[in-house]
DNA sequence: GCTTGACTTCAAGTTGGCTTGAGCTTGTAT
DNA sequence: ATACAAGCTCAAGCCAACTTGAAGTCAAGC
């Protein structure tokens, strides 16, 4: 295929794909001339990529469980992933319940609502172990 | 409380602070000589800009919140963003599923997974959904 | 065999959310 | 009265993830 087709296939245009190719998250199987050409496979990694993104991700990150295929790190590095989007599904969980009772709630301000107040305080709390979960991987990489 | 207080208590650099002064996000309640003096309510406002930053909305939406407290436009608005977060959470969910069998799952690689994949698109269904959403958000706003 | 339009590269620009730096002002402690 | 740490403003810088623009190449159709 080749880039047009791929564009038009994906969805994405023509210049995302050669972004994501000179970042490594996809590859051409040649060239025809100097125009790129793609294995039809390529569309599924994309999809793959663009769920990714919508999750979250960086494309860095997204590029190491990539690479990491099939290696025993990606295991671990997919499981770590996949315990970050709970905590990050429990906050989000709050915070919508927070927003509907605040839709629905006829105190004043919605600071002065108690309920309000105690439904993000529970996303808070899973905000901050976030936060510290990321901090400890940063200082782990570096 | 000065602008070093509110840092501290709310873990946010003062630069940060200034920043969401001029975006209209918080306000200080006057000036000893140069220096922005608050009040202690500006806290729980800043819990509440990072809880919402966490859940993925802008400083721009989360303005608009604040903005129409009180308002009718507002219920529609808090609505419209718990329903948002559904389908965020919906799709979370699916990628943390995929991620797991992804980990667990000995097909040689996650392509040729057929389980993999079915979870994968449920999220991608969703997301399509919330990106359309989002379009039509956009023409209606500009 | 020539035109043309789809491709190419590479550099620079864009947006959101801040941070950093330079140079100036001032409340507070000595 | 003076020093100075902490504030201030304003402009510029930074990062991720792309997009845009200019200028060049070339496969395919006529």
Redesign the pocket.
């Known amino acids: 295929m080749?880039?047009?087709?791929v564009?038009k296939a994906s969805g994405?245009?023509?210049?995302?794909?050669?972004?994501?190719?000179e970042?490594g998250l996809i590859q051409?199987i040649g060239?025809?001339?100097?125009?790129?050409?793609f294995n039809a496979n390529v569309i599924e990694r994309l999809a793959l990529?663009s769920l990714g993104?919508n999750a979250g991700?960086?494309?860095?990150?997204?590029g190491d469980m990539f690479r990491s295929e099939g290696l025993d790190i990606n295991r671990t590095l997919l499981l770590a992933k996949a315990n970050e989007l709970d905590s990050k599904i429990k906050e989000l969980t709050a915070m919508r319940d927070g927003l509907r009772h605040a839709a629905a709630c006829n105190a004043p301000n919605h600071f002065e609502c108690p309920k309000f107040l105690r439904l993000l305080r529970v996303a808070g709390k899973n905000r901050v172990r976030l936060v510290n979960k990321l901090k400890e991987n940063k200082v782990k990489h570096t």
Not at 2 to 5: G, T, W
Not at 31 to 37: A, E, H, M, S
Not at 57 to 62: C, G, M, N
């Open positions: 080749d880039i047009a087709e564009a994405l245009p023509a210049s995302t794909l050669r972004f994501y190719e970042k051409s060239r025809n001339g100097l125009r790129r050409l990529i993104r991700f960086s494309l860095d990150e997204i």
